[in-house]
């Protein structure tokens, strides 16, 4: 059951082959069984998941069902759920119950979709390897040495390894893309706005955008047709129509204009990485595309740029865990300065306090032009280079990732080879475009994820291309040893 | 040395909207503590803000009634700081591009001079709540939040440094606290903290171009204590720098118990906001059907209806703008002289006999158990002659305790002026002959005398002999016979 798709699992739940309640206590017995070995979920809701599976059962036979009906998937535990922790991967929020869904939560539920629990990240999505959660790291379910890549990275471990039929994610430089490409399975960051961010915990407001990670692009388009849309509850929500991703899976790509920036193939590029992803691109040009160089002259800036902005939203967003209303509370503080100061620094790790520093030091006085002010004219100018891009191609590709999945602990003292890992992935965040990065050719049993990269809103266009190449080609389909 | 006193003040008013500037809680006064606080007001994590429309509309109307330009484009910043009653550890406010630019508003001193006091800007906020420090929560050192008020609509409205005494600074903070209410922007209760003053107050020899270094005096919610919280600034600073000291840029609190301001924080204690624009809010775009639509129903302003009543009605300036303080008071003295067909009557007795009632019994004009309609029928009994202005103030009160219309109390208590010169002449010989001493006197020039016969004119009629028939009757009768 576990390597069915979406569409599988809802034509056979529908023709009562097996029931939500069946398929749910499957997952949930694996999720037992496997996740000792990756520590991908942070709270299993098993009770909560059996029950709504009940429902959409008697959903199903009453003919009412939503169109996710009965199926099991996991959340990111930065998505408020009413009722069940939501941590983000914090001991800040270790003790917090949210009294509110979060929109993305709240339209799949709706929709029919089964809870099984929340997924392991990187403390308050901070974090391109899983490893500055406070539950603890995630293992790539390929190789258990190695990271899953972040910050969703629990989300794309147990998606590899079969734990739930699909998990949402955040990205915001790189969050869903990289952790897809290091486990191997199909990841998409819709334009900003696309998703309401309402009920998910922010980290860089401006850049955050909720996604889904799924074992193809066509189990992505199920989940993204009920997540997209507009919503009154956040103003940064996009009020633009919601085509059907599912019915625009089978267009045909012939005339499809490619283009490949040249500065996502220089130097600091696997060159058994980037082997695989010109594969994927030949394999793309026998389905009708043409391929052409491009240049993104202004690239390079995009991750000293995101290290200014993101930083400064996040310093003023997280500035409400002070220890007052919820969350962690230090014990027996002397007075307000004391509560403020052991709270926060026993609150955080390491990772959060140093990106909250850099965030304050940024907007400081006499510092905001030079960085934060001077940060927001370069993005302009990302923006600018995608923009003159798209006037002469209909896609962007490249390798999502530089490498393949590092061994856990390998970048964890040096953070500036950390944030290197989202050189292809964080620019897309910048200008607020979508992304996916979908799997091709593993070097040494080790995946590896293509990126694509469209205009504003073409995210059907970007699962069109994914799910063709899907047709045509396996590795999507690879399971990781141990978890078939 | 000769001293110049220069204040400019900022004022937070609270928008009269029925839910908070962020999220659908309600605005209302006097709830149980953190019964309207929602998510979005607790600060929880992942709530977004949406902007109160109507908040917006009420900033336009200000920002028009001003004559200030409205900006089709202003931005939502974050102000960082930390505190337990500020639930996100940023307010939302705005800092570089406000929705009210450059306006003015007039203000009468005094002598009836007229001065022109700049407003640099006005921008939407939302308020914090309120931290509670009190032995009520059981001691301990525990201080308790409500946040009640977290988010409540604030307009925050910002002069230059025109005013140079504290009278001057009262009355510019009047004439704001009259357009809000006027404008119905907001209720302006100040007991409910719905109006606010900060006080920047700094001092410099006569004729120096340079500002002194100010003081900002904070959180002021009475236009007495604004007085003196400023009075006793200027000494403070003239005292400071007379006997040789400095003075440091610092904010400073007004006890009003001591009346002395004392030292919050100084410049090197004072907060970096780091103020960025808010990624959660989209910048405002005001469309032209907007504003239109929002200033739509504004009613004639404090300062055209002032200049009118001075020109219309040949009122004083001084009258004219005592009678438009409120669109309520405004609007009474209008019917009552419409009425009565004699302004400068209508202006004298409300000015007069019915200010002093109303601030007696410290109602508002609202408030008035004497109607408009029902004053100017009073006022129509003095024309035609039925009633001396002494009997009208004695009709006048029986009205304010409720005995009823100006007719019906002439008519029960007697009351009419008595007109008659038969019956006057009849009455004033008969004591004229019962006097002859004092009618002695009189002729013999002792002028005095002449009161005693009025005095007795009026014992003897219970007050109501027309006094300008008196008078010449009792000079006819007591001229010296020839």
């Known amino acids: 059951m576990q390597n069915k798709s979406i569409a599988q699992l809802a034509a056979d739940l529908r023709l009562r082959t097996y029931s939500s309640v069946e398929l749910t206590r499957h997952y949930l017995e694996r999720i037992a069984r496997l996740d000792p070995r990756l520590n991908s979920f942070i709270s299993v809701a098993s009770d909560a998941a059996l029950a709504a599976a009940e429902r959409a059962d008697r959903m199903i036979a009453t003919g009412d069902a939503g169109p996710l009906a009965g199926i099991p998937i996991a959340h990111k535990d930065i998505f408020c759920t009413a009722g069940l922790k939501t941590s983000c991967g914090s001991r800040m929020l270790d003790n917090f119950i949210a009294p509110y869904d979060a929109t993305v939560v709240e339209r799949l539920s709706a929709a029919g979709a089964v809870i099984l629990g929340k997924t392991n990240m990187d403390e308050f999505a901070m974090g391109s390897s899983n490893e500055t959660s406070y539950y603890g790291p995630v293992k790539n379910p390929w190789d258990p040495t190695r990271v899953p890549g972040g910050s969703s990275g629990g989300s794309a471990a147990a998606v590899a390894a079969r734990l739930c039929a699909a998990a949402t994610g955040t990205d915001t430089g790189g969050s869903i893309r990289q952790p897809a490409a290091l486990c191997g399975i199909t990841g998409l960051k819709p334009t900003y706005g696309r998703c309401s961010r309402w009920g998910m915990i922010a980290f860089a407001s401006s850049l955050d955008q909720a996604g889904i990670l799924a074992r193809s692009a066509a189990d992505v388009a199920c989940l993204l047709d009920e997540m997209a849309g507009f919503d009154p509850r956040d103003s940064t929500s996009a009020d633009v129509p919601v085509p059907d991703y599912v019915d625009a899976l089978d267009d045909d790509i012939a005339g499809l204009r490619i283009g490949l920036p040249k500065e996502y193939f220089g130097s600091g590029l696997d060159d058994r990485v980037a082997r695989s992803v010109h594969a994927a691109i030949a394999e793309l040009e026998r389905l009708g595309a043409s391929v052409r160089e491009i240049s993104l002259p202004n690239s390079m800036l995009a991750v000293p740029v995101y290290y200014v902005v993101a930083p400064a939203e996040c310093s003023s967003n997280l500035a409400r865990f002070d220890g007052v209303r919820y969350g962690h509370r230090c014990a027996h503080p002397q007075d307000l300065d004391d509560l403020y100061k052991r709270s926060r620094a026993e609150g955080f790790g390491a990772e959060v306090r140093r990106r909250i520093m850099i965030g304050t030091y940024v907007l400081s006085a006499g510092y905001y032009d030079a960085y934060y002010l001077k940060a927001q004219k370069i993005r302009h100018l990302i923006a600018d280079d995608f923009a003159r891009a798209f006037e002469t191609v209909d896609v962007i590709m490249g390798p999502t990732a530089p490498t393949t999945a590092f061994a856990l602990g390998a970048k964890l003292d040096d953070p500036v080879a950390m944030y290197l890992n989202d050189i292809y992935t964080i620019a897309t965040n910048l200008a607020g475009l979508p992304g996916m990065s979908i799997p091709v050719e593993p070097v040494d049993g080790l995946p590896v994820g293509l990126q694509l990269i469209g205009n504003a809103f073409a995210e059907a266009r970007l699962l069109n291309v994914a799910h063709r190449f899907q047709q045509v080609t396996h590795w999507h389909q690879g399971a990781p040893a141990g978890f078939e | ?482």
């Not at chain 2, 604030?154 to 005013?163: A, F, H, Q, R």
């Not at chain 2, 007069?352 to 009632?357: D, H, I, R, T, V």
């Not at chain 2, 219309?405 to 010169?421: F, H, N, P, V």
């Not at chain 2, 002449?425 to 004092?438: H, L």
């Open chain 2, 1 to 482: 040395m000769q001293w110049e006193t220069v204040i400019g003040l900022e004022i937070h008013t609270q928008l009269a909207t029925r839910s908070k500037i962020f999220s659908g809680a309600a605005t209302a006064f006097g709830a149980a503590p953190n019964s309207q606080a929602c998510a979005i007001d607790l600060g929880l994590p992942g709530v977004l803000p949406v902007l109160n429309a109507e908040a917006v509309r009420l900033a336009v109307r200000f920002g028009k009634a001003i004559g200030a330009s409205v900006a089709h484009r202003s931005v939502f910043a974050r102000k960082n700081y930390f505190y337990p009653d500020l639930p996100k550890g940023y307010q939302i406010s705005q800092y570089e591009l406000p929705i009210v630019g450059e306006g003015q508003v007039q203000i009468v001193l005094a002598d009836g001079t007229v001065k022109s006091i700049g407003v640099t800007r006005a921008h939407l906020e939302e308020d914090a709540g309120k931290s509670l420090h009190d032995d009520r929560l059981g001691g301990g050192g525990y201080s308790g939040i409500d946040l009640n008020r977290a988010g409540t609509p604030l307009l925050e409205i910002v002069s230059e440094p025109d005013m140079r005494s504290p009278q001057e600074a009262v009355a510019y903070a009047r004439k704001i606290h009259q357009l809000v209410r006027w404008i119905g922007i907001s209720d302006g209760n100040m007991q409910e903290g719905s109006f606010r003053i900060d006080a920047n107050v700094s001092i410099r020899p006569h004729g120096q171009m340079r500002f002194g270094t100010r003081a900002e005096i904070k959180n002021i919610n009475s236009f007495r204590f604004l007085e003196r919280a400023i009075q006793f600034e200027v000494e403070r600073q003239i005292e400071v720098l007379e006997g040789g000291g400095t003075l440091v840029q610092e904010t400073r609190l007004y006890d009003a118990e001591r009346d002395e301001t004392r030292s919050m924080r100084s410049k090197e204690e004072a907060h970096d906001y780091r103020y960025f624009p808010d990624p959660d809010l989209l910048p405002l775009e005001l469309d032209a059907a907007f504003i239109v639509d929002a200033v739509a129903d504004l009613p004639e302003l404090p300062d055209v209806k002032r200049e009118r009543f001075h020109t219309q009605y040949d009122l004083g300036e001084y009258d004219a703008s005592q009678l438009t303080a409120s669109r309520e008071l405004a609007d009474y003295f209008e019917t009552v002289a419409r009425a009565s067909g004699e302004p400068k009557l209508a202006a004298n007795w409300i000015n007069g006999e019915l200010a002093a009632a109303l601030n007696r019994a410290e109602l508002e004009i609202g408030q008035s158990p004497v109607s408009a309609e029902r004053l100017a029928d009073l006022l129509k009994r003095i024309l035609d002659g039925t009633l001396s202005g002494k009997l009208a103030k004695q009709v006048f009160e029986a009205m304010w305790s409720g005995a009823g219309d100006a007719d019906q109390i002439i008519e029960e208590q007697g009351l009419r002026q008595i007109t008659d010169s038969g019956a006057l002449e009849t009455m004033i010989a008969a004591i004229v002959a019962a006097n002859p001493a004092q009618v002695e006197q009189y002729r013999a020039g002792k002028d005095k005398v002449f009161g005693f016969f009025v005095g007795q004119v009026m014992k003897e009629s219970k007050g109501k002999a027309n006094p300008q028939q008196v008078n010449a009757i009792l000079k006819r009768m007591l001229a010296p016979s020839d």
